[in-house]
């Protein structure tokens, strides 16, 4: 049930900003025409978790651990976001990031007394293995031998808005624009640096760490941008909550947590 695909990366601004916004419109509602077709049985509940593409490659290990009545959606979180609102039939949500779990919460679609900030990660920018540019930093994505540079869509995919607010603080924004392209997600952002249609691209290091086609050049330093904190939650609407609940507490068992710390990720407190 994981849902990839490509956003036009045409340079004239107004055009690109109506395509991904129609886009990203396609997609919500694609997930709420399709997530209603899940089967539930009453004496055996399955629950729906949507989870943050970047946690794709520790979840998939953690489900064998955990293999029952779990179905995974990974998008980004603005993408998961849009469609709980919108009534998908999603138990849990993994965010990266507080920003989507904060609006859900605001909403009143979170169950009380449920939320949980359950890992870390860090922004690490990457190029290609086989690469020649020489790069050690972030500013240097401003030379004009860097022709591409692949981030998450900011408005929906959390590791996308990250990187904006680096380029921000480090004042190279303006002059890095026209290099961008837009992945969906996390994963796509990765894949664009992996096949060498981008020189280089900022992801998590957790999702650098998954790959051998790339390198990681530099950590960027967290004051350049907000906490990478991944809260989880059960959905007010689930309707399988207490089996949502214990799926939820498996997440934060020793089990779990050797497994994401395997990955790279930190464990929050």
């Given at each position: ?46 629950i729906l978790v949507g989870a943050a593409a970047s946690l794709q490659p520790a979840l998939k290990e953690f489900s064998k651990k955990y293999p029952q ?201």
């Open positions: 049930m994981v849902k990839f695909s490509k956003l036009n990366t045409d340079n004239k601004m107004s055009k690109k900003s109506f395509l991904k916004g129609l886009y990203i419109f396609c997609l919500v509602l694609l997930g709420i025409i399709y997530f209603p077709s899940i089967t539930r049985g009453n004496n055996n509940p399955k009545n779990v179905d995974y959606s990974f998008a980004s979180s603005g993408i998961l976001q849009q469609q709980i609102e919108q009534g998908a039939p999603i138990d849990v949500f993994i965010s990266a990031s507080s920003k989507q779990m904060d609006t859900l919460e605001k909403k009143n679609l979170l169950l009380s007394n449920n939320r949980k900030n359950l890992l870390l990660n860090q922004i690490v920018l990457i190029t290609p293995q086989k690469n020649s540019l020489s790069l050690t930093n972030f500013s240097q994505l401003a030379q004009p031998k860097i022709k591409l540079i692949a981030i998450g869509e900011p408005r929906s995919v959390p590791a996308g808005q990250y990187a904006i607010e680096v380029f921000k603080n480090l004042g190279i924004l303006a002059s890095l624009e026209s290099k961008f392209v837009f992945g969906n997600n996390v994963r796509e952002t990765l894949t664009y640096v992996e096949t060498g249609n981008a020189d280089a691209g900022i992801v998590y290091l957790t999702d650098a760490k998954s790959s051998d086609k790339v390198k990681v050049i530099t950590i960027a330093d967290k004051k350049l941008h907000t906490s990478i904190i991944y809260p989880v939650a059960v959905i007010k609407s689930s309707k399988s909550q207490q089996t949502a609940k214990k799926y939820l507490e498996s997440l934060q068992s020793k089990t779990a947590r050797k497994i994401f710390q395997k990955y790279g990720f930190g464990i929050a407190k």
